[in-house]
């Protein structure tokens, strides 16, 4: 009886000792290549399908195209080795502007049905090239999400971008707040192409949850830490502050991100490629300067990050820089160099003489909002509301930008207008 007894309790602690079979596609989310005739699709599956499938096409009764991809293994540096696949599939001659439904997996199992719209390849198109920008975004308190959803799924915007911070934090308990995170997001990011730089909260594991996670343009070579990708007229740079910080993870790095950003930016401001991608915006995690009652670098009379990114910007002719890491709204004048350089008096935000920088890391999470200063020499307009920021890039003379309140149920707390009749470091003189 005893030897049956222990037999038994053997089995039941056998069994209990698996993981599930999970097979079932989750956590989907959809970014941009560059090319408006792709789209990237990449999902998780806590077992290996041994097959990454999309079935697509223009309406439901007629997914008659398939795309198939790969997959990798991520093991989460957590105790418990916590394991997914990670699914990638690239989308490729689609019709720029076209609405597409869409569902992934395998025979195994396949998501719901998700549909988005292939980004334009018009330039200008009717309303712009329009985004929703955000960083700080946890998956405690996730404020703005709900507002986000509708808005995504009604087609508001072309991309979505996330500067930085995600889930706080995605390591935490074994990984599982990552995948619940990117459960929560997939209600926005399986609509819209979801377009991510690294924050300090995902530097766990040598920033390994964000590197499988997100697949960004260049993602073979550098899993996603920085990239360019080129939208409207416009050339968007994401780069990671972080490796300026962490520096356990070596100075190798630091020096290869600064390397591709010094080439990237020769690149993008060659006369024929800034004449048709006039606009270069910058985003990154941490900011340049703030208005913030904290210790943060960005509140430092010369910060990390301003020694190593700002002269460089200034001398390629940056327009514009996308920061977060503050829980705040924080729209800035011109700067440069701790300098206010207005366009005018009356018109500061008309032909400037310097980059424009925007703080937008309010969109909720369970840290609390930051406390403000009394506005600083630069600061134009400062707001502790949880929200986001919308970006509309009209043409390649303006981009309107306005901050959405979502404690004010989505009032519009603050807008401008940015004109630059003229691009490029010769904007400054």
């Known amino acids: 009886m005893r030897s049956v007894v222990i037999c038994i309790l053997g089995l039941v602690s056998m069994v209990t000792a698996w993981d599930p079979i999970w097979l079932q596609p989750e956590q989907v989310h959809l970014s941009a290549t560059g090319d408006p005739t792709q789209m990237m699709v990449t999902w998780s599956t806590f077992n290996d399908t041994k097959e990454s499938t999309v079935e697509f096409g223009f309406q439901v009764e007629n997914m008659t195209m398939t795309a198939s991809g790969s997959r990798t293994k991520f093991v989460d540096g957590g105790t418990e080795k916590h394991t997914q696949y990670i699914h990638r599939v690239t989308l490729t001659k689609l019709k720029p502007g076209s609405l597409y439904m869409y569902r992934c997996g395998s025979s195994y199992g396949w998501s719901t049905l998700f549909y988005f719209r292939a980004l334009p390849s018009d330039p200008t198109p009717k309303g712009g090239i329009r985004f929703a920008v955000y960083g700080d975004m946890g998956n405690e308190n996730a404020q703005s999400l709900g507002r986000l959803q509708v808005e995504a799924q009604d087609g508001m915007y072309d991309a979505i971008l996330h500067v930085g911070d995600f889930a706080y934090d995605m390591e935490v308990d074994n990984a599982r707040v990552g995948d619940e995170f990117m459960r929560q997001i997939e209600t926005v990011a399986a609509y819209v192409p979801y377009m991510t730089c690294p924050g300090n909260h995902e530097n766990a594991y040598n920033f390994s949850n964000y590197k499988n996670r997100f697949t960004m343009p260049m993602y073979e070579e550098v899993e996603s830490l920085w990239y360019s990708w080129n939208i409207g007229t416009a050339h968007i740079i994401s780069f990671s502050t972080e490796v300026n910080f962490f520096l356990e993870y070596g100075q190798e790095v630091i020096k290869n991100q600064m390397a591709w950003l010094q080439k990237d930016l020769m690149e993008a401001t060659k006369p024929d490629n ?76 008309t032909n400037p003489k310097a980059p424009v920088h925007i703080i937008t890391g309010s969109a909720g999470n369970r840290e609390p909002q930051s406390r403000l200063l009394p506005r600083k020499s630069f600061t134009a307009f400062q707001s502790r509301d949880f929200g986001y ?24 707390i603050d807008k401008f207008t940015l004109i630059k009749d003229q691009h490029g470091p010769e904007a400054w003189l």
Request: some cysteine; hydrophobic content about 35%.
């Open 274 to 349: 800034r004449a048709k991608y006039p606009w270069i915006i910058a985003m990154a995690h941490r900011p340049m300067y703030c208005a913030n009652a904290d210790w943060d670098d960005c509140t430092e009379l010369v910060g990390i990050t301003r020694k190593a990114f700002e002269d460089l910007f200034y001398k390629y002719g940056v327009d514009l820089y996308i920061g977060a890491h503050e829980h705040s709204y924080e729209r800035m004048w011109p700067v440069y160099d701790n300098k206010v350089y207005n366009g005018s008096m009356d018109a500061p935000y």
């Open 389 to 412: 920021t919308r970006f509309f890039i009209l043409n390649s003379t303006h981009i309107h930008a306005e901050q959405v309140s979502d404690d004010k149920g989505g009032q519009i």
